[in-house]
């Protein structure tokens, strides 16, 4: 109880729903994904009945990076691991544990790794580039705490016992030092049209009345991500059910609309119709 009561105070525990089905990638990211599963669940079997545990000379934890845009499937991506390992997930923002006040930064990320010890929880950092960003040279002392700061979380990443998951919009803005430390870097690409009609044809839940005629080939055209489109078709949902009480590709597109003009873009014609 005293574990979950300090968890909620210095992070967001996620409501785990997401399995490998629901995550749309390439190859590449795919293979990835699962060896970073893979590498948790193997862990003690290699490191201590295969012995490489007295081989290693940094912490023994286990981390990766995920850079993407907003809505590319970062936070699904961590879901889907943390699923599969039946582990739970919990979100910390940086920018806010991150301080302007010297050594309180630090105090957080303390707080924050003693209480998720012993939980083997899965440990998602979003906008990891506030605190890991590229930094000028050293003026003040508040950069000398900032350096501080760094090396103390990296020291505390290697050493937790669990998973640490870190999330950047800005991969290319991490430090090179940084870098060096990070197992497995995955990069969340853009959807191509052939990724967003298969997650069009998945985006809605098989109790959702969608129209048979739903065009899906159409509305991969539209050059979205998955976060885009789950939006749309919450959207459409919402539409459905006040209106008809079914899915239909004029709802959709209407609501397609309506979060290409919040992007400040417009609809294709090819699509509009």
Known sequence: MEFYFLMEQLAQKIDVKADWDHLILPKEQNV????ITNRVSQRQRVYDDWGFRKQINRGLGINALFSGASGSGKTMAAEVIASAL???LYLINLSSV???YIGETQRNLCNLFNTAEDSGAVLFFDEADALLGKRSEVKDSHDRYADIEISYFLQRMESYRGLVI???NTGGAMEKVFMRRIQFIVDFPFPDVVQRNE??????PSRTPVDEELDY???????LNGGSIFNIALNAAF?????????TMSLVLNSARAELRKLRRSVNKKTRH
């Open 32 to 35: 990835i994904l699962h060896q």
């Open 86 to 88: 039946k582990l739970d």
């Open 98 to 100: 991150v301080s302007k």
């Open 166 to 168: 870190l999330a950047t």
């Open 199 to 204: 997650i069009w044809q998945k985006i809605f």
């Open 217 to 223: 080939e159409r509305l991969a055209k539209l050059s």
């Open 239 to 247: 539409l459905a059910a006040q209106g008809s009480g079914i899915v």
